[in-house]
Nanobody, 128 residues
Framework: QVQLVESGGGLVQAGGSLRLSCASS????????MGWFRQAPGAEREFVAA????????SYGDSVQGRFTIARDNAHNTVYLQMDSLKPEDTAIYYC?????????????????????WGQGTQVTVSS
């Protein structure tokens, strides 16, 4: 398993932007598909975005489509989540996750159970 550490969370006003980073220590992420999830208080963990090992395509949750962008840098074992046009409903703990196998199809609906390794999360708070 890879060990993942998120960073970049914080407090931002609605309409603002944040960039989250997820770094892997030890094992390379190049053979893993990578994803971001989020969880608000009292809510289930929600899929945000994912990217396969060769960055051939990306997948986004409906609520963030067009506002968030996932990218990866395998050489530096890092995955990013650029979040623009933030809304108060984006407030949550954001988790980075890794999926063995490295691939998923463009039509696959991804859930938390598809991922094998998780970071500890980083808090994002969007004020109105």
């Amino acid at each position: 398993q890879v060990q993942l550490v998120e960073s970049g969370g914080g407090l931002v006003q609605a309409g603002g932007s944040l960039r989250l980073s997820c770094a892997s220590s030890g094992r390379t992420i190049s053979s893993y598909a990578m994803g971001w999830f989020r969880q608000a208080p009292g809510a289930e963990r929600e899929f945000v975005a994912a990217i396969p090992w060769m960055s051939s395509h990306t997948s986004y949750g409906d609520s963030v489509q067009g506002r968030f962008t996932i990218a990866r840098d395998n050489a530096h074992n890092t995955v990013y989540l650029q979040m623009d046009s933030l809304k108060p409903e984006d407030t949550a703990i954001y988790y980075c996750a890794a999926k063995r196998g490295g691939r998923f199809s463009t039509r696959q609906v991804l859930g938390a159970s598809d991922f094998d390794s998780w970071g500890q999360g980083t808090q994002v708070t969007v004020s109105s």
